[in-house]
């Protein structure tokens, strides 16, 4: 166990928390450790006893995504209860929350797309694969309930639907995303776009895969 491991979990928090905000808003590259350590309250020793550099604490924010990750939406909402659209729904849902709630976090982790930051999405791309294995195993125990179309491959309509929950979630955090958004959904600018009229958009494109019915579309104006 390191020093930082030692500290009581509320403190490790603010730390991961103040460096999170600092590299959502400024990148990694443009971060610095004096800013991070005064959002946090602490000196710029104390920090360096925790960790070795600035991409060692980066790597313990990544570390904090994933938990975030897993907890609220790989372990939680990828188990059929009663239907995958349902699964899919609250899954959705939960995006929206965790946008709301760890906002700084989704960022860092939306940013590991960008071209500079191969040294750490490369790193980090075995554990982020976890998604599409929770979403693969929900549409294969779909397809053994009858729920998808015969003939639809789950491989495939588990890719869609693990880049359909990226996009929304991409979508709760970039302009650039929340505009291609409105592009899909046809919505002019002007026009309200909430994350339920994005659910219901997904929700509807991905019935079409489906066998269950019964459910009603989701109206999206």
Same mark, same amino acid.
């Given at each position: +166990?390191? !020093?930082?491991?030692?500290? =009581?979990?509320?403190?490790?928090?603010?730390?991961?928390?103040?460096?999170?905000?600092?590299?959502?808003?400024?990148?990694? $590259?443009?971060? &610095?450790?004096?800013?991070?350590?005064?959002?946090?309250?602490?000196? *710029?020793?104390?920090?360096? /006893?925790?960790?070795?550099?600035? @991409? @060692?604490?980066?790597?313990?924010?990544?570390?904090?995504?994933?938990?975030?990750? #897993?907890?609220?939406?790989?372990?939680?909402?990828?188990?059929? @209860? %009663? %239907?995958?659209? *349902?699964?899919?729904?609250?899954?959705? /849902?939960?995006?929206?929350?965790?946008?709301?709630?760890? =906002?700084?976090?989704? !960022?860092?982790?939306? *940013?590991?797309?960008? =071209?500079?930051?191969?040294?750490?999405?490369?790193?980090?791309?075995?554990?982020?694969?976890?998604? &599409?294995?929770?979403?693969?195993?929900? #549409?294969?125990?779909? /397809?053994?309930?009858?729920?998808?179309?015969?003939?639809?491959?789950?491989?495939?309509?588990?890719?869609?639907?693990?880049?359909?929950?990226?996009?929304?979630?991409?979508?709760?955090?970039?302009?650039?995303?929340?505009?291609?958004?409105?592009?899909? +959904?046809?919505?002019?600018?002007? #026009?309200?776009?909430?994350?339920?009229?994005?659910?219901?958009?997904? +929700?509807? %494109?991905?019935? #079409?895969?489906?066998? *269950? /019915?019964?459910? @009603?579309? $989701? =109206?999206?104006?």
């Amino acid at each position: +166990m390191n !020093t930082f491991q030692k500290l =009581p979990r509320e403190k490790q928090l603010k730390i991961l928390d103040a460096a999170a905000e600092a590299f959502a808003s400024k990148g990694y $590259y443009g971060s &610095g450790i004096k800013d991070i350590c005064e959002r946090a309250n602490i000196s *710029n020793g104390a920090l360096y /006893k925790y960790f070795l550099n600035k @991409e @060692e604490l980066f790597i313990a924010v990544l570390d904090r995504c994933q938990q975030i990750m #897993v907890e609220y939406l790989y372990e939680k909402h990828t188990k059929i @209860e %009663s %239907s995958i659209l *349902n699964a899919i729904e609250e899954y959705l /849902k939960e995006i929206a929350e965790i946008c709301g709630k760890f =906002p700084a976090y989704l !960022t860092v982790y939306a *940013n590991l797309g960008s =071209p500079n930051m191969e040294m750490f999405s490369e790193r980090f791309s075995e554990r982020f694969k976890e998604s &599409g294995k929770y979403i693969y195993e929900m #549409v294969r125990e779909a /397809k053994k309930r009858g729920e998808v179309i015969e003939g639809i491959d789950e491989r495939a309509l588990g890719f869609l639907i693990d880049n359909q929950f990226i996009l929304f979630l991409y979508s709760m955090l970039s302009d650039y995303h929340e505009k291609r958004f409105r592009s899909f +959904m046809v919505i002019e600018d002007e #026009v309200e776009l909430t994350s339920e009229k994005k659910i219901a958009f997904i +929700m509807d %494109s991905i019935r #079409v895969f489906l066998n *269950n /019915k019964k459910e @009603e579309s $989701y =109206p999206v104006t």
